[in-house]
């Protein structure tokens, strides 16, 4: 039956990792799609800059004119898969503006230009379609924009750049430092030959971008997402964390929080400590998860292959289909809703805990002097250990900041041994954690502060809230 219908027309832009296997899927299933859509989908063309490095592709179908491509009058939905912002955002502007529908899986230019996007297929009646854009394969912006639509979704957690996830999981096992793994990541090609995007945490920021916009029904774009990347994470912070029973990963943490002034989003990618216990914890190598919450659903957790020609295919199809069947029965599916206007929390607000490595002149009296930088800032310390020397756990018997004496890091007051002291305080906010180091940074007796990394619970861990069903 669907093979007597007129095809749907649909113009590739991009025949790479990803473009590649969305071709192959279209040839071997083409059957199956024509009934799952009701209609043939047929490839009016394919845009590539390097015709010539594409063989497998027939020569008719090949174009380096992705304007001409786009503007062709048969070609019903477009599929751009080139990446970047331009020449995308115009091609992409163009279709929608033309009434045809599009897929893409750019996260950059949806993070950046979401808006522009949204309101050109709104005008015109088209769809647009990204799921690819977030989490490769798996299927998270649907269940976020339809089946949880009639919830209300408070926090979106998780892992979504698979290098990264890769490098850290390297780090963890093998106890090399970040060089090395980054070096394994880029021969097993987990990481580009220019690895900025991912391991500076914009790549992430992207996609953090996406999903508060989304589940939040706000405008969120990447500029609005706090960002930290995984360089300056040390051997000594992965070790650091195991002796806490936590694992560093690279977070991209989307809440809605309520405050004063009203509500507002808290966007914000950075590496952190999370417990062992957290499902987030097991995720390894280049898997994707993402943990969602929901004041109704509860929490809800989606696990898979983040990244991939084939897996990111299965997404772009998925979307292909759905536009396609739109396009077939003459509607259009459910549409961005960007009403709540949020404004966004500044980063200095956002609390959470922290862990802190301080190099110290191991005298008397650092105990001390630390603890009262800490108090004088109102940031307050759940534990603090002494590394390199005896190791003594004094949970909270400093949080007045005064307990201090010679048996502290001194050990008597030989002022030519160094240590390390680890502290790790309670929920703070980042402005005064800022404060706190700056100050500590500043003490005679500290050597400098190693490092510092948030440690986040991300709320409650799905095995642990059991209960009534
Ligand atoms: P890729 O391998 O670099 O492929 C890009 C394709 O676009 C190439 O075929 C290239 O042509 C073509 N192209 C680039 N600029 C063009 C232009 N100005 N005009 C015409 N064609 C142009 O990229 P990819 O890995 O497939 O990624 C594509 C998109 O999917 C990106 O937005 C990426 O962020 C997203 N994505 C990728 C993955 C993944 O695992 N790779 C996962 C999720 C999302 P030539 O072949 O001639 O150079």
Do not use: W
Not at 17 to 46: N, Y
Not at 215 to 241: C, K, L, N, P, Q
């Amino acid at each position: 039956m669907s093979r007597d219908r007129d095809p749907i027309r649909v113009a590739l832009l991009g025949c790479g990792v990803v473009g590649s296997q969305v071709l192959r899927l279209l040839r071997e299933q083409a059957d199956e799609l024509a009934a799952r859509v009701g209609a043939p989908l047929e490839l009016a063309g394919i845009a590539v800059r390097r015709p010539q490095r594409h063989p497998e592709v027939p020569a008719e179908l090949l174009t380096t004119d992705a304007a001409e491509l786009v503007g062709r009058p048969d070609v019903d939905v477009v599929v751009e898969l080139m990446g970047g912002i331009e020449p995308a955002r115009d091609l992409l502007l163009d279709a929608l503006k033309g009434g045809r529908s599009v897929v893409s899986a750019n996260k950059a230019l949806l993070a950046e230009e979401g808006e522009a996007l949204a309101t050109a297929a709104r005008d015109s009646g088209a769809d647009l379609y990204y799921e690819a854009s977030v989490a490769g394969a798996i299927p998270l912006l649907r269940p976020i924009q339809q089946s949880l639509a009639g919830d209300r979704i408070r926090r979106v957690a998780g892992i979504v750049n698979g290098t990264t996830n890769f490098i850290l999981s390297a780090m963890e096992s093998t106890g090399a430092g970040y060089a090395d793994a980054l070096e394994e990541a880029g021969r097993l090609g987990y990481a580009e030959a220019d690895p900025t995007a991912d391991v500076d945490g914009y790549d992430a920021a992207s996609k953090a971008a996406i999903l508060a916009s989304l589940a939040f029904h706000t405008r969120v774009t990447a500029a609005d997402v706090y960002r930290e990347g995984i360089r300056d994470v040390t051997a000594t912070d992965i070790a650091s964390a195991r002796a806490l029973g936590c694992t560093v990963k690279l977070l991209a943490i989307c809440e809605q929080v309520g405050g004063s002034s009203g509500d507002a989003v808290s966007a914000r990618v950075y590496p952190a400590m999370i417990p062992k216990t957290h499902q987030l914890a097991s995720v390894s190598g280049a898997f994707n998860a993402v943990f969602v919450e929901a004041d109704a659903a509860g929490p809800l957790m989606f696990y898979g292959q983040g990244a991939g020609g084939p897996q990111t295919a299965s997404a772009v199809l998925g979307d292909l289909v759905a536009a396609a069947r739109n396009k077939v029965i003459g509607g259009r599916g459910p549409r961005d809703s960007a009403y709540a206007h949020l404004p966004i929390q500044p980063i200095g607000e956002v609390r959470t805990r922290y862990h802190i490595n301080l190099d110290v002149h191991a005298r008397a009296g650092v105990l001390a002097a630390v603890a009262s930088v800490f108090a004088e800032q109102g940031v307050s310390i759940a534990t603090v250990k002494q590394e390199g020397g005896d190791v003594a756990e004094r949970s909270s018997t400093l949080r007045g900041g005064r307990e201090a004496d010679a048996d502290d890091a001194g050990h008597g007051g030989d002022a030519g041994t160094d240590a390390t002291l680890v502290v790790v305080t309670h929920e703070a906010a980042d402005a005064a954690l800022r404060a706190t180091v700056e100050a500590l940074s500043g003490l005679e007796s500290v050597r400098g502060v190693a490092s510092v990394l948030r440690v986040e619970g991300l709320g409650r861990p799905v095995h642990a809230l059991g209960g009534a069903q």
